[in-house]
Every structure is written in C-alpha cells, then in structure tokens.
C-alpha cells in the first residue's frame, strides 16, 4: 500500500505543478468571470439609475406602500409618486426620472398604463412598476395567497403510466446529466492524456526496467490510474465549484430563480457512477499505452474510447422521449455509455431499482476488470521495447519472443 501511495504522490504532484494542469484549472474561474462581467454589463445597459415615477388615476392605489422591490445585485431604482400627470411630466422633462407610469382610471377592468419617457425606460422600471402593483393588488390577501399567485404554479407532465414525469421548474435536473457528462468527457481526456503521455514516455525511455524492480506490476498501474485520476477528479472539483460561484451570482444579477433542486439521491448516483467511469476510461488508455509503440499512435488508439462517451449526446432526443426504451436501457446499463444515460434517464423518468444496481454493479466490476487487465497488459508488454502487443496476447498470456 505504502508504494502504491508513493507512486500516486508522484503522478498527482508533477502533474498538478506544471504550466498546462493551471492554466486548465484556472480557464473555468476566468471564464465565471467573465461571464458575470458580461452579464453586469448587459444588465447596466439596459438599466437606468433614475427613479420611476407614476401617477394613480384609478384611486386603487392611494394608500398603497411603495417599499423597496427585491434585493438585486444592480437596477433596484425608488418609485416616486406624483399628484397629477403635470406634475410627473415636469420631473420627466428636468430629468428627475426615467419613466412616468400614468394609471388609468379603467385599471382593474383593462390594466391600462401610458407610460411616458424621453427615451426607451431601462428594464428594471417595468420591473418595479409591476412589483408595486401586483403587491399592493395582493396586499389583503393570505400571505399563502400572495406567495402562490407571485411565484405561479408548478406544473408536473406525467405520462399516463407514470413512467415519465417533468417539471417546468426542474430545468436543472434535465440540464444537469448534461453538463456533468459534458464535463466528464473533457476531465478524463485531459487526465488520459496525462496518463497515456507517461506510460508511453516510461516505456519508450526504458524507465520501466528499473521502476519494475522495485514495484509491482498491478502496484505501478495502481498508482498511476489514482494518481492521473486525482489530477482530473481535482480540476472537475474547482470546475464544479467555480460554476457553483457562478451560478449564484448569475442569481443576484437577473433575480431569478437559478437554485438547482437536484435531490441527495441523484447527486449520489451521478457520482457514484462517474467515479467508476474514470477508474475505467484511464484503466483502458493505460492498456493502450502499453500496447502500441508511441505516442500518435495511442492517441489514435484512445480516440475509440471517446465515441461511446459520447454517443448518449447521439441519442438524446430519443433518450429523453422514450427512457423505458430498450436502446435507452441498453445504454444506461453498458459501462462506457451509462455514466451519463443512467443520470439523463432518471431525470426525466421512473427506472426500476434493479436497472440502478445493474448499473452500478457493471460499471464497477468493468472499471475493476481494466484495471487488472491493464495490470496484465504491463507485465505481458511494458519491457517489449519497439514491439507492439495485441489484445488477444494480453488474454492469453503470450508475448513477443
């Protein structure tokens, strides 16, 4: 245990300190960044700074409060009240404000409002206009009546078997297979590259000679799958956290409801899925790299492992609209394609228990499995300098003479 540890400690801190691991690291943060940076400055050009103003010709709203509307990041203006449209349109022409909202006197049977303005009114002036009526509308209301018709309903489509449900306001948990699958086929690229780079360089400066002496075969792969397998773990944490960052400020800027409402159980499954995904990917670029000779050619070789990743993006459409399918189930059960079927499947669908625990069970048991096979294919090629082995003389225990 102690070598493989020594050995992981090596992998992981080479490749964390070199130029490439930190740019890749900190291209999320800059990108949140940036994005944010963008949207504040979306946001300020089509806000004004200026107060709102509006006179009630309806006598709906005489007493009526004009409180703060909620806590936003940039746009919260005040909302002045005048006694008469004269009035309003003198503090319009000197630039005391942005916006005249006139009430007419039909409101509550049309909602007729003229606006006047110089100039095309920023967002968050119909914004706050609206705030201030709709709370006040609702002001006598229950406080459980307010809250209901401001936030709308929460309208769940369920198939008529009940296999299949959605709701307009779950967009995170269909979005989030997605981009966690998204983000998964970029990491373990990245960190395959990593490991397809140093068993290739290892075997073809014949450092494996003197490395072997000291290791075992099944103790060196170990090592350096956990360790190549931390560094991409590592990067696709700091991503997650950035875009968490993100996420909430994008939240504080539009003032909408971004909150994902992924539950403990599905968090869980992707992964615990993931997990065994990469152990299983990186397992499988290092059998390549101890099969071919250089370094194009295990590129070449690893690009095979990518197509099935991302072959559920292939069959979203029919992943989504016929999850109880048996393509859709087929690719939630096979181990390369099911790290991001399964997640996508269950965010829109009720899946048996046993077709979970399948999942699981043959991920695990296929990312274990490579992981000895690529044990094996080190014993049976790695000090085979110049010569290429093949997969069937891996199985079989045959080497080059």
Same mark, same amino acid.
């Given at each position: 245990m102690k070598k493989i540890w020594l050995i992981f400690k090596y992998e992981y801190t080479r490749r964390v300190k070199t130029r490439g691991f930190i740019f890749a690291v900190l291209s999320m943060p800059l990108l949140v960044v940036l994005a944010m940076v963008m949207a504040v400055i979306s946001v300020s050009l089509q806000t004004s700074k200026l107060p709102a103003g509006y006179v009630d010709l309806s006598g709906n709203f005489a007493d009526?409060?004009?409180?703060?509307?909620? /806590? !936003?990041?940039?746009?919260?203006?005040?909302?002045?009240?005048?006694?008469? &449209?004269? %009035?309003?349109?003198?503090?319009?022409a000197d630039e005391e404000i942005q916006a005249l909202f006139v009430i007419q006197p039909d409101y509550i049977q049309t909602g007729a409002i003229i606006a006047y303005a110089n100039e095309r @009114?920023?967002? !968050?002036?119909?914004?706050?206009?609206?705030?201030?009526? =709709?709370? !006040?509308?609702?002001?006598?209301?229950?406080?459980? /009546?307010?809250?209901r018709i401001t936030r709308g309903s929460n309208i769940t489509v369920r198939s008529l078997d009940g296999s299949r449900q959605a709701s307009m306001r779950d967009w995170f948990v269909v979005l989030y297979p997605f981009l966690t699958g998204l983000i998964f086929i970029i990491v373990i690229n990245i960190s395959g590259g990593y490991l397809l780079q140093s068993v290739v360089d290892e075997k073809e400066n014949r450092t494996m000679e003197v490395i072997v002496t000291s290791v075992s075969p099944e103790q060196l792969m170990t090592g350096k799958?956990?360790?190549?397998?931390?560094? +991409?773990? *590592?990067? $696709?944490?700091?991503?997650?956290?950035?875009?968490?960052?993100?996420?909430? +400020?994008? =939240?504080?800027?539009?003032?909408?409801?971004? /909150? @994902?409402?992924? *539950? #403990?159980?599905?968090?869980? $499954?992707? &992964?615990?899925?993931?997990? @065994?995904?990469?152990?299983?990917?990186?397992?499988?670029? *290092?059998? &390549?790299?101890?099969s071919v000779t250089?370094?194009?050619?295990?590129?070449? /070789?690893? $690009?095979?492992? *990518?197509? #099935?990743? &991302? %072959? #559920?993006?292939?069959?979203a459409g029919a992943l989504l609209q016929h999850p109880n399918h048996p393509l859709s189930v087929i690719m939630s059960l096979f181990p390369l394609t099911a790290v991001v079927s399964m997640p996508m499947r269950i965010s829109i669908a009720s899946v048996p228990l046993w077709q979970i625990l399948s999942a699981y069970i043959l991920t695990w048991v296929s990312a274990l499995a490579a992981l000895k096979l690529a044990a094996r294919g080190f014993r049976r090629g790695m000090l085979q300098y110049?010569?290429?082995?093949?997969? !069937?003389?891996?199985?079989?225990?045959?080497?080059?003479?």
């Open positions: 009526a409060s004009t409180q703060a509307a909620a /806590v !936003n990041l940039i746009g919260d203006i005040d909302l002045i009240t005048f006694s008469d &449209v004269s %009035a309003g349109q003198d503090a319009l @009114p920023g967002d !968050n002036a119909y914004e706050r206009i609206q705030d201030f009526l =709709q709370s !006040n509308l609702l002001a006598g209301e229950d406080a459980q /009546v307010r809250e799958i956990l360790g190549n397998l931390s560094v +991409g773990l *590592t990067q $696709l944490l700091i991503w997650l956290l950035f875009a968490a960052i993100g996420l909430a +400020g994008m =939240q504080m800027i539009y003032r909408a409801d971004f /909150v @994902p409402s992924l *539950t #403990p159980d599905q968090i869980a $499954l992707f &992964v615990g899925l993931i997990l @065994p995904g990469f152990i299983l990917i990186a397992a499988l670029m *290092t059998l &390549v790299g101890v250089d370094m194009r050619e295990a590129q070449q /070789v690893s $690009l095979l492992f *990518t197509l #099935p990743m &991302v %072959a #559920p993006y292939w069959f110049q010569h290429r082995i093949r997969l !069937n003389e891996i199985l079989k225990g045959k080497t080059h003479e």
